[in-house]
C-alpha cells in the first residue's frame, strides 16, 4: 500500500534515525530515507533506540541530496518551524495528514522532509517543497525534537486512516433495557418507603424523580443493574436477618 | 487559565519524567503531578531530558497514592492499551482533548493519568477513571514509550484550542490579479507566436488554452508574475541583444 515516505535530511544522531524510525512504525509508517546522515550509514547507533523498529531501519535508502531522495515523489511537505520569507502554503500535521491521504488515493506520492536536529531544513530545501509542514505549538517555549517531530506527522497520518471509533461507550452490549433500569428504580423507592426515607407525600414525588434521574443516566449494564439490586436487597435486610 | 492536569502513576526512570514535562510544556501544559516516583523526588535525572521545562518539574506535587492525586479532579482519563474487562468508555487523544475543553469550559477539573513504564497502569487505578484513553496505534507493533504518549495527548488538547488555521495559503496578500495573470498569458502568447510555437491555426487555440489554464493554476504572486514576464522577455531576445 502506498503511504507517505519519511525523508531525514542530514541527521546528525544515530539514536535519533532510531527514534524516528520507532515513531513511524508505531503508527504504519515503513518507507524512511536519509539525505547524507552525518555519520553515515549504518549506524551503530540506531537500532538500540529503534525498540524493534529495526525493518523500518533495513529497509531505509540513502541519498546524496534532497533533490535525489525527492525524485519519484510528486508533492512534498517541508516540517520547519521558522517561518521562511519564502511565499508556500503552510499546513498542520491535521492537514497534512488530509492532504496526503487524498493525494495517495489519486495515485500520487507524498512525502515529508524533516531537517538536521541543530538547524532545521535549509532554505535551498525548503524551495523544493510544495508545502511547509508547521506543527502549532507553546508560543513561549516550542523546543520539538526530531523525533517528536516525526511521531506527530505520522499519529495524524494513522488516525485518519485509522477505523477506531473517536468514542466508544462502556457497554457495547449489554445496556440495562428501560424494563430492567425501572425495575431497580421500583425496588429503591419500596426499600425507601419502607425506611421513612420520604420526609413527606409532597417531597416524595421530586425526591424520586431525583434518584430516578440519576439512576438513569448512570448508563448502567443489565449486570450492573443486577448487582445494585442485590446492594439495596442486602441493606434492606435486618441486620443478621 | 484551568487545563489538564498530567499524572504520572509511579514513573520508574527519572529521564523520562523530563521527557514528559518537555512534551507537556511544548503544548502548554504545565500542571504535573507523579505518584510514587520509584527513585523519589526531585530526581537529578529529570533536568536534563526537560530541556528547558524545569518550570514544570519545580511545580510538580507528590503524592503516595493515585487516590490522593485525583482527589480534587472530577474526570479522569486513564492511558491503557490493553483491554481491561471492565466496563468503560474509551476515547481517542482526539476526543478525549475535545471533552477535556467541554469539561473545562463548564468549570469541571479533567485529568490523564499515565501508568508505569515497564506495567502500565494497574487495574485497580483504571477503575477509578471515568474514560480509558488510548492511541490508536500499527496492531502489528505498537510501541508508545511514556515521553510519546504524554506528547500525543498534550498535542490534541494544544491543537484543539489553537487559532492556527489548518491550511494557509501561500500568499496571504500580494496573489495577483486577473488582469495581471491575463497579461502574463498575453506575453507568452506573442512571444510564442514570433518563434513559430502554433503548429496550425487549428490547433493554436487548444495550445493556448492549455497553457493559460496551467499558468491560472499555479497560484503566482504579483511579484511572482513580474519575475516570468522577465523571464519571458529575457527568453524572447536575440540572443546577445
Not at 512504525?25 to 524512511?32: A, C, P, Q, R
Not at 530545501?125 to 511521531?151: F, K, M, R, W
Amino acid at each position: 500500500m502506498v503511504q507517505p515516505v519519511i525523508i531525514l535530511v542530514r541527521p546528525q544522531l544515530g539514536e535519533n534515525i532510531g527514534k524516528a524510525a520507532r515513531a513511524m512504525l508505531n503508527f504504519g509508517l515503513t518507507e524512511l530515507r536519509l539525505v547524507a546522515p552525518r555519520d553515515g550509514w549504518p549506524n551503530p547507533d540506531a537500532g538500540p533506540t529503534a525498540a524493534g523498529a529495526g525493518i523500518v531501519l533495513d529497509k531505509a535508502r540513502v541519498y546524496d541530496t534532497v533533490e535525489d531522495a525527492i525524485a519519484d515523489c510528486t508533492h512534498v511537505f517541508a516540517t520547519t518551524v521558522r517561518n521562511r520569507d519564502m511565499p508556500k502554503p503552510v499546513a498542520t500535521p491535521f492537514e497534512a495528514a488530509n492532504q496526503m491521504r487524498g493525494l495517495i488515493a489519486a495515485g500520487e506520492k507524498p512525502a515529508v522532509m524533516f531537517g538536521p536536529e541543530r538547524s532545521g531544513m535549509s532554505n535551498d530545501d525548503v524551495a523544493l517543497a510544495d508545502t511547509v509542514l508547521t506543527v502549532p505549538i507553546n508560543p513561549e517555549y516550542g523546543s520539538l525534537n526530531l523525533a517528536q517531530a516525526v511521531i506527530l506527522v505520522s499519529y495524524e497520518y494513522f488516525q485518519g486512516a485509522s477505523e477506531t471509533p473517536a468514542y466508544q461507550p462502556a457497554h457495547t452490549d449489554g445496556l440495562a433495557s428501560k424494563k430492567e433500569l425501572v425495575g431497580l428504580m421500583e425496588h429503591f423507592e419500596s426499600a425507601l418507603e419502607a425506611k421513612g426515607f420520604y420526609r413527606s407525600e409532597g417531597r416524595r414525588v421530586t425526591q424520586q424523580r431525583t434518584l430516578r434521574n440519576l439512576l438513569q443516566n448512570a448508563g448502567f449494564s443489565s449486570q450492573e443493574v443486577m448487582t445494585l439490586r442485590g446492594v439495596v436487597k442486602s441493606l434492606d435486610r435486618v441486620r443478621g436477618e
